[in-house]
């Protein structure tokens, strides 16, 4: 089993941060939760479901998802093709309030606002469509 000290390296490894400079990470009280938690949320990744479609430019479709690890890298290998760049600074708010339930210990899908949508206003609003989506956290299989 991974230790928690072999977490902190691991973290400052991806950082690229000397020991001096991670120092500062490694001593801060707020990050000790971080550490606690990493391995347990790294069991997760993060999935935006599209719920409702409609005129999207991009093509986004109902049912699609969107795949996130649980740091809130996009996943491009396991996405779709295409994901519209109007949609993704919202998803940003959600990632995070996933990322902090996860990083603190708790259920990552303790977010009570799960839902999103992307910038554009729809037709009747002087936009072309819109699309809505639901974001939840998976545990990873196997």
């Known amino acids: 089993m991974v230790e928690r000290e072999q977490i902190v390296r691991i973290i400052q490894k991806r ?10 990470i490694k001593n801060n009280p ?3 939760r971080l550490f606690d938690n ?3 949320a790294s069991q997760y990744r993060l999935v935006a479901e599209v ?6 430019h991009s093509g986004h479709t109902l049912g699609q998802k ?5 740091s809130g890298n996009l996943l491009t290998r396991e996405s779709p093709e295409r994901i519209c760049s109007f949609l993704l600074p919202n998803l940003l708010l959600l990632i995070n309030a996933f990322f902090e339930n996860l990083m603190n210990g708790r259920d990552p899908n303790e977010v009570v606002f799960n839902r999103t949508g992307c910038f554009d206003v729809g037709p009747a609003c002087g936009g072309w ?7 939840t956290a998976v545990r990873k299989e196997g």
Do not use: N, P
């Open 15 to 24: 950082l690229g941060l000397e020991d001096s400079e991670f120092k500062v």
């Open 30 to 32: 707020k990050f000790q």
């Open 38 to 40: 990493a391995l347990a």
């Open 66 to 70: 969107i795949f996130f690890d649980s």
């Open 51 to 56: 719920i409702e479609s409609r005129g999207c």
């Open 129 to 135: 469509g819109h699309v809505v989506v639901e974001m």
